[in-house]
């Protein structure tokens, strides 16, 4: 019969805090890695858009053949499964990203297809669901809420290998995820770099029978370590946004809105004040 005490610790006292889903260990109880070799592939050039004059029809002034990239390249707007753009990535740029910012599926079981107008709106062209979205919306796995869970999680690992040292992310998420992506933040980037939940008000929402309205969506940000780039926002109101606000006796800006997402047949007016920097 074993004893346990200081010098030999039953097992169960060495377990710690952990969100776990089906598919996040293997059968034999190991972590699942993400498989980064077998998703690279390489990206496919269809345009490029920092063209100087002379290769490429330009409107006006708006491409500088004088400072144009000669290399084709600034920066890339790509289109796929970011899972298997970031494993294309990660040679090239990982450790070299200063900022993500995601807005992830909010794992809301909808259908995303959409029609798309072009031209002179009488011609459309549909898009349909990327993988992604595939994954997300319609839980392709069957898993429900664990395939969410590991989809998040694989991407958000990569990620964290693309951030520097001294690189931010943040996630934009609502009511339906933001618990269960706020413990896999702190589990792959850890709690001590979770900086700040940054909260999205809204003045309007959706209004449901039989419950409190949805007025508000949550941003986490997380950096890769402990010394990180911060700039302190800066940018002012214009002048079309300060005609809305009133001045009260300290000249202070203020304005009053429905925070309560009623009807606007039953606005009760809240006030909050904001200041303009300087």
Not at 186 to 213: C, D, K, L, P, S
Request: glycine share 6%; with cysteine; hydrophobic share 35%.
């Amino acid at each position: 019969m074993t004893t346990y005490g200081p010098h030999s610790p039953h097992p169960l006292s060495r377990m710690r805090t952990e969100l776990v889903w089906e598919g996040k260990y293997d059968e034999y109880g190991n972590r699942r890695e993400v498989d980064v070799a077998g998703l690279a592939m390489p990206l496919q050039k269809i345009e490029t858009i920092d063209e100087p004059r002379s290769r490429a029809e330009a409107q006006g002034s708006l491409f500088d053949e004088a400072k144009a990239h000669r290399d084709d390249f600034r920066n890339r707007l790509i289109w796929g499964d970011n899972k298997l753009v970031m494993a294309s990535l990660l040679e090239e740029f990982k450790g070299a990203i200063d900022l993500i910012y995601i807005d992830p599926p909010f794992d809301v079981g909808a259908d995303f297809t959409a029609s798309v107008a072009i031209g002179d709106l009488k011609e459309t062209v549909t898009k349909d669901q990327s993988i992604l979205e595939l994954v997300a919306y319609r839980d392709t796995w069957g898993r429900g809420t664990d395939s969410y869970a590991q989809m998040v999680f694989e991407r958000l690992l990569l990620m964290r290998e693309l951030l520097s040292e001294t690189g931010s992310i943040y996630v934009h998420c609502d009511y339906r995820v933001n618990s269960l992506l706020r413990f896999i933040l702190m589990e792959i980037f850890g709690a001590q770099n979770f900086r700040n939940e940054i909260v999205w008000q809204r003045t309007n929402a959706h209004v449901e029978a039989g419950q409190y309205r949805r007025i508000h969506e949550t941003i986490y940000f997380f950096t890769k370590s402990e010394s990180y780039t911060w700039h302190p926002p800066s940018i002012g109101f214009s002048d079309a946004q300060l005609k809305r606000y009133r001045k009260d006796e300290q000249v202070r800006l203020y304005t009053c809105q429905d925070l309560t997402g009623e009807r606007k047949n039953e606005v009760v007016p809240h006030c909050w004040t904001v200041w303009q920097r300087s």
